[in-house]
């Protein structure tokens, strides 16, 4: 798109952005079916829909792309379903409620459903099932060859006996699978002069999750303990069956033959604790008691056949086994005070502290020669006390006034050692203290009903930030106006953040300003419009340090991003059998303004393009207009058609754009 | 059956009639406290209770033993003789909950929700601070959700407010949330939840943590839990924010930054007393010449960028 037509389509778009809101994708339809208060069936009543058809697609680019941010593809799909089954008195024989929800069921990259049955005071179950298809090509990662191709299939089962006593008793259950083929890459192999190469690799790796608890309310007072248990299992294998010249052909170095085993096996055993009281008339205590004791048993086991500089039959081959721990204990004490009916204050006092402790042995024989075999350790200790006390102060109904002091001292010890075996492990241990301190203030207005004022200011300071992006002195300043009215609601919102993190040597500064306005307007039955409009701006500037050629080079690096997103949703019934539903969604970062990626060296050492100047910045557009029609065939009976269209687009690289054309068309009925 | 249903006829005629002509001067059959019970409300408002059987708060009815100022209409809007006798009108309804101040309705729900686990820090959440309360989100007899009476289903309701993060999530990386595949609670918890175990505990105070210890990431993304031998100390002292934007970027991998070595060299400069041992995170080696796209890759080599257990350097 040349910079004349481009500024033609944004002033054509412009318009349309003052006020827009966000969609969803094209299908599944929402437009209802059957009757809304549903059939009944003896002491049930039953509400029901089914939606089936058939999605297709068309992409034009890079599909790898498209596959990582639609993924939507052809074939028939249950497209989505809802069922609910309702006794009418509250005493059903077996169940009082069931409810019954899919969506993208089929083929879908997106499949979910949940399921729940219950009976009133004795018992309630829980389902919660999801597959996603993750496609992810990665080409600005790694070159590339970090794609994955994995599908991810979760479960989750809850099930509470006696719901409603004051005993009740929880089981759980959760499983999370991840496999599926992907890429990654390993440096052999002798680093730094080594060379890069793709390895496939077969992703296996399981959680499953055990929960068991109860609950007893006593003297005003709830007491709830659960126990869990995850264990957890990662299989994945790595290999390399045929010649690998390397991401760097013209070096000596390449790769025949490799294979990896790590099998990396644990579990996290986990309670938690619950006291609640009642609500007094002057105060509340909730209490707060979590412990999870992470542990994890490797071994690694990896040979590596290939060619190395002066070495053209290289061998190498790595073991490496150990364990990794991590207790971790979190706490807190929330007290509400009810001083007055004007005022509350909330205090809340935490303590939170993380051990990370791990070892391995590490052996290493290249060419049949012990190359290397130490005992290394490392531990990361992480203990944080936080309290922050919050004061509402309700001077009249339509005025409220709010403050906050928030504290939090972080203490943090770090200890890395290796040692040959038998030698002693005598450690480089470090200690730092961290502390923050902030206060907040903010309004809350209601001058008439329908309109609702809040504004929000937070300014902080901290001695001693781990990382150099971390808040140090920073404030922040928030408003949002809503107006709603009947069939109206207007709102919009200011943001912005500023940090400032400096240091005599280097400097940190990140500015981020959001703004955003909304509009919902239903000015009758039969038509409804939804629109949004966001910036999103951040720029920040970082001191870095890296080198050129062995010599170390002091510089800035900035970044600047410029989002507009827009969305705009329509809709139009005609004579309650035909509802129309238009929508745009345009998300655009303009990036700094430059119109070009093409620059003169700022650095000669570069040799024509300097690699942070480009780095700055990132200028693309992604949009997707959709149209999608439903027509009530009879009161059981509708029929659906629908398209969405997909662009991506980067203005300086053209090789992940695409575009791609998306649609389907379905039945939605009821029985 | 022509009998019972004139029968039926002549019963409603005789017991509904007079409620609905009663006039205001008549005394009502209430309760100590002015309880009137549901089978009067449903006088004036059948629309209400005709299908209040699917509402969760039906329960209190079925069970029969609560005690009227928990059960049924005036469970929570109060007792409702004066209403009744007043023929109607919301300023008659002790807890008419489209006339009472945020604080009010929130100590209204609280009264039976308040030992619940989940609302156990709502007296602290963003959401109670900002004045956003109960019936902002929850619709009591206009839910448009199978569960949880919510006024919209789940992404549309948070989105109403939440528009910026809403247009994250319409960005071409992002978690799946508009697609269905995620809800917002999946990772928040828009009661509000204990102090955060990650970045210095202070905010946010909406995020629910996995294994009530750690980030929501970790949910999901197991095989970045750990432990690891060699933990990544940004990571898990600062967590996941630190490199990733979780709802949704313009930049691969969620990451902040569209290139990698800016996201990396912005933290490992070497300089000041950073990282976990005081003395600045590491630069890069001096081997690392920047002037060979080659090294312009970090992860290319430091794939096990989360956490190792084979190398301290993140390399295999």
Known sequence: MNKKTYILVSLIWMPFTAALQAQQPVAPTDAPVGSARGENYGNYNITDSFETGYRWKSVGGDIGKYQSDVNFGNGLRLLGSNLTIDSRDGHGHYFDQLILTTQGLG????????????????????????????????????????????????????????????????LGYGRDVQDGPALSTIQLFNSPRADEFPLFENIRRQQDEYRVGAEAIFFGMKLSVLRGWE????????????????????DAVTLSSFQRSQPYHGTTDNWQVHLLTDKSRFYSVTGRFAYAGGSRDFIFNQNAIGADRGDPSRTRQTYIYGSGRRPSLASSLTLSLFLTKKVTVVNNTAFNNTRMDGNNTYTEITDSTQQANTVNFQYLGIRTVINTTDLNFRATDWFTLYSGYQFSTRHI????????????????T????????????GLRLRPIKPLTVTVDAEIGRADHPFTPISEKNYHALSGRVQYKWKSVVLSAFSKANYNNNSISITSASSHSRNYGASASWTPAAWFSLDASYNKIHLDTLSGIAYFLSGSLVNSTSVYVSNIHAGNLGARFSVRKRVDLYVGYNHTQDTGDGRSTASVLAQSSAFNGIDPFYLAQTFPLIYQSPLARVSVKLNNKIRWNLGYQFYRYGEQFFAQQNYRAHTGYTSLTWAF | MGVLRAFSLFFVVLVVTPAQNRPATTPLAATAGGYVGGSV????????????????????????????????????????????????????????????????????????????????????????LADVVCTNCHSIHKSTTPQFLLAKGQADLCSGCHTDVRAQFSMPFKHRVLEGAMKCTDCHNPHGTA??????????????????????????????????????????????????????SMNAKLLKRPVVFTVCLECHNGAGTFGRENIGVYTQSSSHNMADPRFQNCTTCHVRIHGSNADATFLR
């Not at chain 1, 005071?121 to 389902?127: F, G, M």
């Not at chain 2, 079925?62 to 469970?75: D, F, I, L, V």
């Not at chain 2, 946010?204 to 943590?209: A, D, L």
């Not at chain 2, 002292?237 to 979780?246: A, I, L, N, R």
């Open chain 1, 231 to 250: 264990v957890f299992k990662d299989d994945t294998i790595d290999q390399v069956n045929q010649f690998q010249p390397g991401n760097n052909p013209t």
């Open chain 1, 413 to 428: 010890k770090s200890i890395e050692d290796g040692a040959f075996p038998g030698d002693p492990l005598t450690g480089i």
């Open chain 1, 430 to 441: 470090a200690e730092q203290n961290n502390t923050i301190h902030a206060g907040e203030f």
């Open chain 2, 41 to 128: 409300c449903k006088t004036c408002h059948p629309n209400v209770t005709v299908s209040f059987y699917k509402n969760p708060h039906y329960k209190s009815v079925a069970s029969g033993k609560e005690p009227p100022e928990r059960t049924g209409c005036e469970g929570c809007h109060g007792p409702g003789k004066a209403h009744v006798e007043a023929q109607g009108g919301k300023a008659t309804i002790p807890h008419a909950f489209s006339l009472m101040p945020p604080a009010a309705i929130l100590d209204r729900c609280l009264t039976c929700h308040v030992k619940e686990v989940p609302r156990a820090n709502i007296r602290r959440s963003s959401h109670t």
């Open chain 2, 195 to 248: 102090a955060v175990t990650w970045r210095m505990g202070l905010r946010p105070r909406m995020v629910s943590q996995a294994l009530a210890t750690e980030e929501p990431c970790l949910k999901c993304h197991i095989d970045k839990r750990g432990p690891f031998v060699f933990e990544h100390g940004g990571v898990r002292v600062e967590g996941c924010e630190t490199c990733h934007s979780p709802h949704g």
């Open chain 1, 107 to 170: 083929n879908d990259p997106y499949q979910f459903a949940s399921f729940r049955v219950q009976k009133n005071q004795l018992y309630r179950y829980d389902l919660l099932w999801r597959e996603t298809a993750y496609d992810d090509p990665a080409l600005t990662i790694a070159n590339g060859q970090h794609l994955m191709n994995t599908s991810r299939r979760m479960q989750d089962h809850s099930f509470v006996l006696f719901p409603q006593s004051n005993f009740r008793f929880f």
